[in-house]
């Protein structure tokens, strides 16, 4: 607490008359508010008496299961986890080395794959095929569970890019046109072939469902996305981010401190293809158990922000951007656009992890007139996957180790 603020505050109040006592105090309320304000300095300016805190008065929740899905803005989500884990000494799960960065994706997810000098863990995050048996034997009782999902279109005009190289489905499409592969997807498309979830309801797959049933069995989208609803306590939504970290925000009991993040993994403009028309309703119904998903998570999503109380929402979305941009000038100055293609990136730890070279992933570079303190904790908000579940596991082991010689 400020005190010497409270104590200033407190003995000129009394030298004052009645008559100015009231002003002075609020002025001190305000004071001694501001001066409590950590790094981000939320503002209690335009907030509703009726809207929540900003601050969490319960103790955070720290036991998580995020399940990261494909081309969602998951990496952005990864990193916030990362964070967090960080800052509260928690236990990441990380793959073993054998596993690459990901849980041996496209396997079901096996406690197998878990790297055992991270265990037991509080979170867990890395790409994996969900399964539920597996992830509760492994976590703690009380384990939230999270996932995101996005407009199927969108999503999988950005897999098709993302993945042409990897998915020998998409490699058979004359010139790589997606309008090809849409008009006749089963002529390239092979269920049983490595890496085929990239071309068909992706996120069913990286739920752990079934991406192959068809598109007239609405029965099984209809039990699958209740059974997905059963287990996620929340099931974000890209195209809504930020409100659905406001969500997120409240269900752990977080402060809007923990959700600030930087957009990572993010495309650079000239390798995104706009969609024709009439393509977007032709992947829906190619991709027809992801589309209902999303439109079933979509409506609870919006359940949930208008129980929490929409201008309340759209006051705290507010107030993230305003981070955001304190945040953006402190590690970058002013020099803006400060996304730049991987090539260009001269800090290697900084470099995104790229699937071909027909794809350019924008990343971040940091200035090099900033000091080494704000360079470390800039770092951590721009720092890819890859390297930072490196960087995890190597604090971990280390941790590991001093504690075992203890
Ligand atoms: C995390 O651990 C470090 C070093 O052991 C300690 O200084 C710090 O206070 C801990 N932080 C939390 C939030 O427990
Ligand atoms: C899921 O995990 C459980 C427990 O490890 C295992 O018995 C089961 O076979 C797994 N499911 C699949 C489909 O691999
Ligand atoms: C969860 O685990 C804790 C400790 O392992 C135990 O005390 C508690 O009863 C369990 N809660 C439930 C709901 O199973
Ligand atoms: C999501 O749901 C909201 C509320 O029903 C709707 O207004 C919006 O258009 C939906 N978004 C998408 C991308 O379908
Ligand atoms: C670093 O230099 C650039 C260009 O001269 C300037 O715009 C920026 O504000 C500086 N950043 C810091 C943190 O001083």
Redesign the pocket.
Known sequence: MPSRVKMRCLTSAKRFRRKIFPVLLVFCAASVLLHSQNYFSWTMEAFHLRCPTLHSLKPKHTNIVFLKTHKTASSTMQNILFRFAERNNLTLALPKPSCGYLFCYP?????HFVHPDTLPPNMISSHMRF????LQ?LMPNDTIYITILREPASMFESLFTYFTVYSEAFKRVPKGSLEAFIADPLRYYRPNEGNSMFAHNTLTFDL?GNKDRPATDVTYAQTFAAEVEKVFSLVMISEYFDESLVLLRHLLSWDLDDIVYLKLNVRTESSKKSLSPGLPGKIRAWNSIDAYLYDYFNASLWVKLSALGLDCVAKEVYLLRQAQERLTKRCFGKQIPLSRSASEIKNKDLRPWLPSNMVQIAGYDLPTNITNEVKEFCLKYIMPEVQYTQKLLQSQLVKRHQSSQI
Not at 107 to 111: A, E, G, I, L, T
Not at 131 to 134: G, I, L, S
């Open positions: 396997q079901f997810f096996s406690s399964n539920k048996t597996a034997r752990g």
